[in-house]
Structures are given as C-alpha cells and as structure tokens.
C-alpha cells in the first residue's frame, strides 16, 4: 500500500502570524514535522503542501519536498489538491499537522496501521484527556468510540456527558478517564479524500466547526487509534515559547 504524507503548510495564522517559519532554535517549525515524517516506516513520501513560496523555499533548504497550492478553505482541501495532482498513485493519504513538532513517530505508524487493517474509509488519533478545564472547554473537540474502535461522535461539547455529577468528581471516581482528546491527524483512502473534499459542508460540520463531522454524516468510518499522551500543538507565542524552552534543554 503506497502511503503518502502530506503536510498542509499555510502562510498565514490569526494567533501566531507565519509560525511554521518561526526558527528561534535555528530550524524553522516545519521542518520538525518534516523529519519526524521521514523517520516514519509507514510513510513512503512526505510532501509539503503551501500556498505561499516562502515556505516551499524553506522546506527545499533543508532537503524536503514543497508544492503550491492556491488558496483553500481548509488544510484537508489543500492535502486533497496535491494527493489529485502529486500521488495519484497513492493508496493512503496521511494529513500531517504542521505545527506540531513534537510529534511521535510511532503515532503517525500506528495511525496508518489502523487505517490498514480497519474497513474504514478514514483514520484518525484519540489520546486520554483527565484535565477538567480542558474537557470542559469548547477549544478541545472530544470523541466518544465505539466497542469495535470506530468514532462514534466529535463534539466541542463534554461527551459523554456526566448526568448527575460533576467532571471532576467523575474523574476521582473513575480507575480511567472516560473522556478522549481528539488529535488532528488522519489517515485517509485516496479516493474517499477526494470524494469527501468534493462534498459541500454538512449541518453538523457548520454546527460545531469539525470537519470530521462531514464523514460520519455521510455515513462514512473513522478508526480511531488511542495514543498514551497527545503531542502539543503550536497557536500561540506562548505555545512556542515553551516549545523553544523544551527544545533547548534537550540539546544541552
């Protein structure tokens, strides 16, 4: 099985202007990703999808692959237009988030595992989440899974829900969390990516802005791989400050 990562690399951010090009440890973000993606055995490509060619510059200057693209209304948009035009011979298409640096190898390996040995169309990660405040915020999108290791919902909302108690007294009560953190990284077939980007957005994606919803609406399945521990994503200077931080510790 032919198997593709593609990293959706736009220009732009609203909270942390041109991060993917941020290189206060001397390599600029993208690159993190990047290599974390060629040290994958699952993977036999990675490509660099950007729309802006400061960033295909940057990804070049350190050996890697970058394509443009024009402008889309979402990464998964900008990943579809390059698997259509770069990998048509690709079997799995793996959407890679730019800017999460820390990102373990052995979750993008498990997530195309999961996709390969499931009958669904689409894969994606779920890791533990025990922190009140977070579960409770509209900011970390949710799912509950099925007995059978399929999605059955993402929701901003607290699901499942803990009627006739409290989040945190739930959490004392229970030997596990009972609540999953949604991580954006997925593993698509080729030809349901693009037949899933062709699709107009559905009621439940417009409702709570997840662009998952679109599948599982459509009647589509999304396996979900459970990792230990989410990787942290960047969004704000403070995110990559503490990035910075880690970082240089470890190569002291």
């Given at each position: 099985?032919r ?19 941020l ?25 660099v ?31 579809a ?47 533990p ?124």
């Amino acid at each position: 099985m032919r198997t593709v990562g593609i990293i959706p690399a736009r220009l732009q951010s609203s909270r942390l202007p041109e991060k993917l090009l941020l290189n206060e440890t001397g390599r600029p973000l993208i690159e993190y990703v990047w290599q974390v993606a060629q040290q994958c055995t699952a993977l036999d490509e990675v490509i660099v999808a950007t729309d802006s060619p400061r960033i295909q510059e940057a990804v070049t200057s350190f050996g890697g692959r970058a394509e443009l693209t024009g402008e889309f209304p979402s990464g998964s948009d900008r990943v579809a237009d390059i698997a259509r035009r770069c990998c048509p011979d690709a079997d799995v298409i793996v959407n890679l988030q730019g800017d999460e640096p820390e990102l373990e190898v052995a979750t993008i390996d498990s997530l195309v595992t999961t996709l390969r040995e499931s009958g669904a169309e689409m894969a994606t990660v779920a890791a533990p989440l025990s922190d009140v405040d977070a579960i409770q915020s509209p900011d970390c999108v949710k799912v509950v899974v099925s007995d059978n290791g399929n999605a059955l919902y993402f929701s901003r909302s607290v699901i499942p829900f803990p009627r006739g108690t409290s989040v945190a007294d739930t959490l004392k009560a229970a030997t596990a969390t009972p609540w999953l953190l949604h991580v954006g990284l997925y593993a698509y077939r080729h030809d349901f990516l693009l037949r899933l980007t062709s699709m107009e957005p559905s009621t439940l994606e417009e409702l709570e802005k997840l662009e998952q919803l679109r599948a599982l609406q459509t009647g589509a399945s999304i396996a979900v791989t459970v990792i230990p521990e989410a990787a942290v994503g960047i969004d704000t200077p403070e995110d990559y400050a503490a990035f910075v931080k880690r970082e240089t510790s470890r190569s002291r």
